[in-house]
């Protein structure tokens, strides 16, 4: 699986939008972007997954740059519950065993 | 989404005692499962994958003596930490991916090991 490089931290005002950054630059044809998040203490909370094409659903918006070599995932209006860990892993998504390698990861805080 | 169970959600034991977690899909069935370490301040650390009915492959490092990983339903996985000692102390996190959601990844809550 291609390795991913992401801000080691961000802040970020509640209410805001927040936008958080993934280069892949060895992204391979086949394989997919994944966000995850893990909140303190917690396992880790699957956000949302895309292959080239933008995608949202409830929880947030995912960006891929037309070349695939990095990406973005925005939380439209982040909440003080937002305060996670967030971590982008790029993979196989027909890998039936589905087994993810998780990197450093960005830390995000909303403040009040 | 689907729902994957960890228990207990944490267990405190004495040097040289071995430890039982086990993690549970509640509302599907998983032949794989996926079993993770996490050190404070650090992120997850694939050890293990479980597979239902036969034998667990261990990541390059993690120790299959030490963490015994049993598969035996398409429901429950369990790992034992065996003759646990202080730093095995870790938060120990279990996956199962979901073959009706695309193979969308769902983690337990998380087991917090501290061995005294």
């Known amino acids: 699986d291609a390795k991913t490089t992401q801000p080691p931290s961000m802040d970020c005002a509640e209410g805001r939008a927040a936008n958080l950054p993934c280069n892949h630059s060895t992204i391979s044809g086949n394989e997919y972007v994944y966000w995850y998040r893990q909140i303190h203490s917690q396992g880790p909370q699957y956000i949302i997954h895309?292959?080239?094409n933008n995608e949202t659903n409830e929880m947030a918006s995912l960006i891929i740059t037309e070349d695939r070599k990095s990406s973005t995932l925005i939380l439209p209006h982040a909440t003080l519950r937002d305060t996670a860990v967030y971590y982008c892993?790029?993979?196989?998504?027909?890998?039936?065993?589905?087994?993810?390698?998780f990197g450093a990861g960005t830390q995000v805080v909303v403040t009040p | 989404g689907a729902v994957v169970s960890q228990h207990p959600s944490r267990v405190i034991c004495k040097s040289g005692t071995s430890v039982k977690i086990e993690c549970r899909s509640l509302d599907f069935q998983a032949t794989t499962m996926f079993w993770y370490r996490q050190f404070p301040k650090q992120s997850l650390m694939l050890m293990a994958t479980?597979?239902?009915?036969?034998?667990?492959?261990?990541e390059q490092g993690v120790e299959k003596d030490k963490f015994l990983i049993n598969h035996a339903s398409l429901t429950l996985s369990t790992l034992t930490v065996t003759s646990a000692h202080p730093e095995d102390s870790s938060f120990y996190i279990c996956?199962?991916?979901?073959?009706?959601?695309?193979?969308?990844?769902?983690f337990g809550p998380g087991t917090r090991l501290t061995v005294l």
């Open positions: 895309g292959l080239k």
């Open positions: 996956s199962a991916p979901d073959q009706s959601s695309y193979n969308e990844q769902f």
């Open positions: 479980s597979n239902e009915g036969s034998k667990a492959t261990y």
């Open positions: 892993i790029v993979r196989v998504a027909t890998d039936s065993w589905g087994k993810l390698q």
